[in-house]
């Protein structure tokens, strides 16, 4: 009996042992990224992962990368810290964020000397040492005139412009009037004197037509035809829509999804044209005009001339 008694308590201390040994909790890895460091270019997303659930993902500087779930957003040029945290442990990637070079770039556009119309200020200031003239609103004495209050302004659009950088681009909806028109002018108290060097542009373009193109990016939801001339001429008109209107001819269209399309047009198109007019204080360097649909809009960015 007493054995069977020592038997019996030698089963149920087992029993408990063994059941506690497996009630144990395992203990937790601690917190890993699979990537210390990533090199990324504007508007691309990477996927970093860990070797447990994350608790929270933070990044130290949003306006560079964005990052959530792990999923990280590259914003604009420059660094940032993206910090995964779990269980108390704290990782970090570091990540490098490039200009988008694939689309004229915020460091170096196209052609090797260039006349700026309607530009962001960072890509300028990188290329400061090619602008031969400078035809950007400063609203002293050169004016992005909208018409008739036919547009309206959006001064804070959203997304990334052209060049991939948050420092914004023209945008602007169509009023209930009927029509839409606006011009970049370069007025007679411009201490600069741009519409000198526009007038040398257009002498250059007409000289040597096929070294000169116009560059422009569009971008667009709706399927709104736009209309546009440069150098004050209305007979250098052209269209970009499926729809002719004001009296120009179709160019090219775009494909309205949201995403900026861009366009490189050579001057030759407009030799002639040109060869007839002159550039003087007050001319309308470039000339936008948008078919009159109440809330159209016309999204435009990275507008200059350059020589190849």
């Not at 704290?90 to 170096?108: I, N, P, R, S």
């Amino acid at each position: 009996m007493k054995t069977n008694k020592f038997f019996a308590t030698a089963l149920a201390v087992l029993a408990l042992a063994g059941f506690t040994a497996c009630d144990q909790p395992t203990p937790t890895e601690p917190l890993e990224l699979t990537e210390t460091s990533v090199t990324m270019k504007v508007g691309e997303t990477h996927q970093l992962t860990a070797n447990v659930a994350v608790e929270s993902w933070t990044s130290s500087n949003e306006a560079v990368a964005t990052v959530a779930d792990g999923l990280v957003t590259a914003v604009s040029a420059g660094n940032a810290i993206i910090s995964a945290t779990a269980a108390g442990v704290t990782k970090t990637c570091v990540v490098l964020v490039e200009a988008d070079q694939t689309q004229g770039g915020g460091a170096t556009l196209k052609g090797s000397q260039f006349w700026p119309i309607a530009i962001d200020g960072t890509t300028a200031d990188a290329n400061a040492s090619k602008i031969v003239g400078d035809f950007r609103p400063d609203d002293v004495g050169k004016f992005l005139y909208v018409w008739d209050a036919t547009y309206v302004a959006n001064d804070n659009p959203t997304g990334l412009n052209f060049h991939g950088n948050t420092d914004g681009f023209t945008a602007l909806t169509v009023s209930t009037l009927g029509w839409a028109g606006c011009g970049y002018c370069l007025t007679e108290t411009d201490a600069s004197k741009a519409w000198e060097a526009a007038e040398a542009l257009r002498a250059a373009i007409v000289a040597s037509p096929d070294d000169y193109y116009l560059h422009m990016a569009l971008k667009s939801t709706d399927n709104a035809s736009h209309c546009f001339y440069i150098f004050g001429s209305e007979a250098t008109k052209f269209v970009i829509g499926s729809t002719a209107v004001y009296d120009g001819p179709l160019y090219e269209d775009f494909t309205r999804n949201g995403e900026w399309a861009e366009f490189d047009i050579p001057m030759s198109r407009f030799a002639t044209a040109l060869a007839t007019t002159t550039c003087a204080a007050g001319v309308n360097v470039f000339v936008a005009l948008t078919e009159g649909t109440a809330g159209a809009q016309l999204n435009m960015d990275a507008v200059y001339f350059y020589k190849k």
